[in-house]
């Protein structure tokens, strides 16, 4: 391999043209949004097109500069003043002669645009570090694998729309003494927000359910009780989580479960029928003592039970077209006859086909259980 192929392959970390292209379409259309957000593009009346433009051009530049520290600012404009400015000369005289002096403010303004760069990127790394720290603790926080549940086939995935996700999932075995029969927890809860401040706010809720789970108490006590803590934390309801916790026995083949202003998931018979598990209340966090109903379901062989985020059927591709819960189903209803875990990618690749290029607005989770 030649000096230039590995200077290349160091460069591009081994990505191909069209995946590069991919990624800076990726990156430019989240910057655009970013900067977009604090741009005003409506027009004002007796202004003409081309001057509408240069304002809008305007505007968007000072997005740009605000959202650096004030010092960054006071280099970005130097920079910029000595880029589009005239190179000069200063003439220094001495009593042996007169020297002159050239002085390039074009190359001066390229290297401090690059000094910029470097102080940017330095703080880009610092933050990626911090949140691939967050990443690794949230991965301890949500299971690699589905555990052993005795009358179920469970297969799960999740994709954060950032590096750390709002979403939640766990399926985990419930003791609660002798007395009480060996059951199994359920749980998908998606946090309103997304990024740090969803993720820190998941975890809350993973502690709430863990701590809660082995206590001697009904589903719908059990959701009062999460409901309680995330108030605490949920800023008088602007941070509220939809959840959807069930309880599965495996002698009685019973799901109980609340479903807390969660996407319904879906309960496809081994028939093809369809049903909605819709009992249960509001998203926690929102008020102190709302009532929560619970249902109970039986499932027989072949039965499957579809849980998700809104990330999953809001999925948007690059015309704004909504994947939907139509979709969804019909992957349901194709693959009925395979495993969860082939039918989870056939979903997961058959959303990633319809997104296309389009950037991922959400966290996406999805988890499927099938009746044995």
Not at 10 to 39: E, H, I, N
Not at 206 to 227: D, H, W
């Amino acid at each position: 391999m030649s000096r230039i192929e590995r200077f290349w392959l160091r460069v591009s970390d081994g990505l191909k043209a069209d995946q590069l292209w991919k990624q800076f379409q990726t990156d430019a259309r989240a910057s655009y949004r970013l900067y977009s957000a604090d741009v005003d593009f409506s027009p004002e009346a007796g202004v003409p097109k081309w001057k509408h433009y240069l304002r809008l051009a305007g505007k968007f530049f000072w997005a740009v500069v605000e959202k650096l520290s004030p010092a960054r600012r006071v280099l970005l404009l130097v920079a910029l003043l000595f880029m589009f400015g005239p190179s000069g000369q200063a003439q220094w005289q001495k009593e042996s002669g007169s020297v002159m002096l050239s002085f390039d403010s074009h190359f001066w303004g390229a290297v401090l645009l690059l000094l910029l760069l470097v102080l940017e990127v330095s703080d880009r790394v610092v933050m990626k570090r911090d949140l691939q720290i967050a990443k690794e603790i949230q991965t301890w926080l949500l299971p690699s694998a589905p555990p052993s549940v005795p009358g179920l086939e469970i297969a799960f995935a999740t994709r954060p729309a950032n590096t750390v996700a709002g979403d939640y999932y766990d399926v985990f075995p419930r003791r609660c003494g002798d007395s009480h029969p060996q059951t199994f927890m359920i749980a998908v809860a998606d946090v309103a927000g997304k990024s740090i401040p969803a993720a820190l706010l998941m975890a809350t809720v993973q502690a709430s359910l863990k701590t809660l789970a082995p206590t001697p108490m009904s589903i719908s006590e059990l959701v009062e009780k999460m409901n309680q803590y995330a108030c605490t934390n949920s800023q008088n309801g602007r941070r509220f989580t939809t959840a959807f916790v069930a309880e599965f026995d495996p002698q009685a083949r019973t799901l109980s479960y609340v479903n807390a202003g969660h996407n319904p998931p879906v309960l496809r018979r081994a028939s093809g029928a369809i049903e909605r598990l819709e009992a249960g209340g509001i998203p926690i966090g929102i008020l102190d003592n709302p009532a929560y109903a619970t249902a109970t379901v039986t499932l027989a062989p072949g039965d499957w039970v579809v849980l998700f985020s809104d990330g999953v059927v809001e999925a948007e591709n690059a015309r704004g077209q909504e994947y939907g819960e139509d979709r969804l189903l019909y992957n349901v209803h194709a693959g009925a006859a395979l495993s969860p875990a082939m039918l989870l990618q056939r979903i997961v690749n058959d959303v990633d086909g319809f997104v296309g290029t389009a950037p991922q607005h959400d966290d996406v989770t999805c988890m499927l259980l099938k009746a044995a």
